[in-house]
């Protein structure tokens, strides 16, 4: 962004000013340490079947004028849309502050990223920063800009960024419809490989579940070490306290952003995860421990915007009533990881 130099007089002012003031009175640097940042490619805002097709079909060239030929229609939203849009509306908490920061980041170039963008501006997004890589991977920029979350539909930028150690995750199609009037936003994590790394998953792996049990069982008083999103809890709890700070001044504010645990665990193997959470200083609102309880049941009722977990069987089943996000990190993804060239 260029400097600004309002008021009268202002050309005057921009044409003799020595090039030492210029630099002085430039904005200042945009503050991205405060805010929940998110990226988002465009194949997870919005739905590219079509676009896809034809590049498939008719190659770079021929794309890049198709998008030209069809820069003022308007994308159909993608199976990420109903989060961010949710998401982005938590700002009002903090208008000259705004909490989330959503960036789009695009293997597109700038020129044929034009409809997108200009798919963000009919659907009402408020989101006016975007990468454009033309075909370069954008991952670097996961870190570079403190982004707690990178959401794609493109599963070998999600292995890659995983591997990495970056908070990628794969959101798989989708045919749930949320309500239009409904303004809440529901998230819900899977809790080992997702928010703890998959220590225990490897147990289960190699001593089954009655091996499994008895470690949570000999470590419930040792927290997990972190997994890939447990920054991002953190970043939405801090807009919780937000909301429970409006609730304490008015009783009648009924806080949107609500937190779910959704877990194969069950009793006693329980404790550990929420000692892990306790020490971990996150919280969430809702838990289930499910012990073998297909996770679909649960999360048809629940509904959340967003539902991560590391095994594509406890997503697969559910994705007619919610957006499912694919983290493949741990020892349940190796198989997956090694297919795709890529080492976890």
Known sequence: MPPYYGGPGAQDRLESAPFDALVEVSLPAYDLSDRLVVGVASSALFDLTDSD?????????????????????????????????????????????????????????????????????????????????????????????????????????????????????????????????????????????????????????????????????????????????????????????IEQDLQAVDPGYEPRLRIALVTARAAPAHERAVQSLRSWGVTINDAFFLGGIEKATVLGVLRPHLFFDDQHGHLSGALGHVAGVHVPYGVANETLAQAAGIEI
């Open 53 to 241: 097709a034809y590049f498939r079909a008719h190659g770079e060239g021929a794309y890049a004028r198709y998008q030209d030929e069809h820069v003022d229609v308007p994308l159909a939203p993608g199976p990420a849309m109903p989060f961010i849009a949710r998401l982005l509306e938590l700002n009002d908490l903090r208008p000259l502050d705004p909490l989330v920061e959503v960036i789009v980041l695009s293997r597109n170039d700038a020129s044929t990223g034009l409809r997108v963008m200009r798919s963000v501006e009919h659907h009402g997004l408020p989101v006016t920063r975007a990468f454009f890589t033309q075909g370069r991977s954008p991952l670097e920029y996961i870190p570079a800009l403190g982004m707690s979350l990178f959401l794609t539909q493109n599963q070998d930028d999600v292995l890659t960024a995983v591997a990495a150690g970056h908070p990628a995750g794969h959101v798989l199609p989708s045919s749930a419809v949320y309500e239009a009037n409904d303004t809440g936003l529901r998230i819900a994590f899977d809790f080992d490989a997702v928010l703890a790394t998959d220590e225990s998953e490897r147990v289960f792996q190699t001593d089954g579940l009655d091996g499994f049990v008895a470690n949570e069982v000999a470590k419930r008083h040792v927290a997990h070490a972190p997994g890939l999103l447990k920054p991002l809890l953190e970043d939405l709890n801090r807009i919780q306290r």
